[in-house]
Structures are given as structure tokens and as C-alpha cells.
């Protein structure tokens, strides 16, 4: 991939050889041991102690501080994981992926060259995850006090990024990281999460331009950082511990929207971990 590199970020040692095959840039995260042939998040300028809390968000802060500005110019920096895998293709949808790939076929469907769709674009997002679609079961389960509370959102067209990060995330703790963003985006933030009912998918993406992926990190570090100050880091349960990641998630989507040309490309699920790659 002469046109890109491409950053493969894994918890794992063993996923290595998979990567190198790839032609990906193998990244280690948090207190795992790696050999050599791994960037680690825990060298240099560094959060890493951080990783449970902020998931792919410590690498994208060790990169930050140590290497984008010696990248090379004019080249795709993407990064993906050994769980969600960027597609080849745009002719399937995300969802028709996930039902599609095997351990058989993972390799025809893979990203492994930068598509010419994406010529006229600084910035590829993750297709957008739809959070809207609530089957009463769900909102019985997770929802019911939210919903009585508020009974325009058992309307379809109600239902908004705020409800969900609410129901999974923690009642009002969205609304109350907003109002630590700097002003220019306090309020875009506000109405993205109360009109919008998608955002892009696993904090991911591809950027041709330095000072873009520059531009965003800096935003969202201010802004993770200042969260860290309200609700530190005794934060129990999967959905509370990676806090600052789920914050994260709903601001790329805003941010990359809001100040780039961008458009959206599939990314499937595939657990590298659980299930061996044949190459």
C-alpha cells in the first residue's frame, strides 16, 4: 500500500503474523507484552496507563505526540483493529457484511488498497450505526424509566444519539460533557446528539491530510481531558469503564462531519481473537 499506512491496533501479541501479512503497521494497547515488531502506546509521550478507559483514543494520543508529524505528506493514515476490518467494497452494507464473512473468505473482502471511490475525499468514516430502531423488549430492559419519563421517545423519529448514550452510557452524562467543549462546537455538538439518530461506527477512520487528523486530535483531547476532571475514572461495568471512548465515538462522527470532506465505507466484524485468519 504505497498510497497509505495503515495502523492495525490489537490487545494481543499473537495477532501479528496476521498483520504483517496485511501489509498493516502493527499497534500494541495497554499492559499486554509485545515484541519488537510491534508500535506500542506506552513509549514516548504516552496515556497508555489510560487504555481500559479510552480504548484506540491511547494510540491515537501516542501518535499525536510522537510520529504524525514525520509521515510522510500526501498519503492515506488509516486505522482499523483485529475486531472491525474496513471492507474492500462498498456493494455490501456493514450489516450484509457481518452475515457474510467466514474464516474462509475474510481475505476477498479485507481492505488491502485504497479504493479510487475515495479520490475525491479527505476523510473516510465507518458507515453509520442506526440506534433508533428500539424493540419494546430492549426498552423494557434498558429503557423503561427514560422512556415513561419522556414519552415522545415510544415515536421512532424521537429517538436520538442523546437517548441512547443516556440508556447505555449514563443518564445526562452526555449533556454534561457537552458543556465542557469550547464554544465554537458546544452548541453544534448539542443539536448533532438531539437531531441525529446514526453516527459512524467504531472510532475509526482514514485522513490524507496531517493537519486535519492534527486538527481533530487536538479538539478531542481538550475535550476528553476536561471530562476526565468531572468524572474520573472510577467507572465501573464495560459500558461505564470505556467512558471516554463512547464519548469519543459520538464526537468523531460530529467533528469529521462538521470540518472535512468526508464520506463512509462499510466496516465488518470479525474477531481475530476467536477465530484464526487464513491468508
Not at 444519539?161 to 443516556?166: E, G, Q, W
Request: glycine letters at 4%; one cysteine or more; hydrophobic letters at 35%.
Amino acid at each position: 500500500m504505497h498510497n497509505s499506512k495503515i495502523y492495525c491496533m490489537c490487545l494481543h501479541d499473537h495477532h501479528l503474523e496476521n498483520i504483517k501479512k496485511l501489509k498493516y503497521v502493527p499497534v500494541g494497547l495497554g499492559k499486554n507484552n509485545f515484541s519488537k515488531e510491534w508500535l506500542s502506546d506506552n513509549t514516548g509521550l504516552n496515556i497508555s496507563e489510560k487504555n481500559s478507559y479510552y480504548g484506540e483514543y491511547t494510540f491515537y494520543y501516542w501518535l499525536w505526540k510522537n510520529t504524525l508529524q514525520s509521515l510522510n505528506e500526501n498519503i492515506w493514515i488509516g486505522f482499523t483493529g483485529y475486531r472491525y476490518h474496513w471492507s474492500n467494497t462498498n456493494k455490501l452494507s456493514s450489516k450484509q457484511l457481518n452475515k457474510k464473512i467466514n474464516q474462509k473468505n475474510f481475505q476477498n473482502y479485507i481492505l488491502k488498497e485504497i479504493p479510487n471511490e475515495w479520490k475525491d475525499y479527505d476523510v473516510i468514516l465507518g458507515e453509520e450505526i442506526f440506534i433508533d430502531n428500539w424493540k419494546l423488549s430492549k426498552i423494557i430492559k434498558h429503557a423503561k424509566k427514560i422512556f415513561l419519563k419522556n414519552p415522545k421517545y415510544f415515536l421512532k423519529k424521537n429517538r436520538n444519539i442523546k437517548l441512547h448514550f443516556d440508556v447505555f452510557h449514563g443518564e445526562g452524562i452526555l449533556d454534561k460533557a457537552i458543556n465542557l467543549l469550547n464554544p465554537i462546537d458546544r452548541n453544534d455538538f448539542k443539536d448533532f446528539v438531539n437531531k441525529r439518530n446514526s453516527f459512524n461506527r467504531e472510532n475509526l477512520f482514514f485522513c490524507k491530510s496531517k493537519k486535519i487528523i492534527h486538527n481533530y486530535f487536538y479538539s478531542v483531547f481538550e475535550w476528553l481531558f476536561k471530562c476526565e476532571e468531572l468524572f474520573g475514572f472510577n467507572l465501573d461495568g464495560y459500558s461505564k469503564q470505556r467512558l471516554y471512548a463512547f464519548l469519543a465515538e459520538r464526537y468523531i462522527s460530529f467533528w469529521f462531519q462538521k470540518y472535512t470532506n468526508y464520506t463512509t465505507w462499510p466496516i465488518f466484524f470479525y474477531d481475530t481473537n476467536k477465530n484464526k485468519i487464513v491468508l
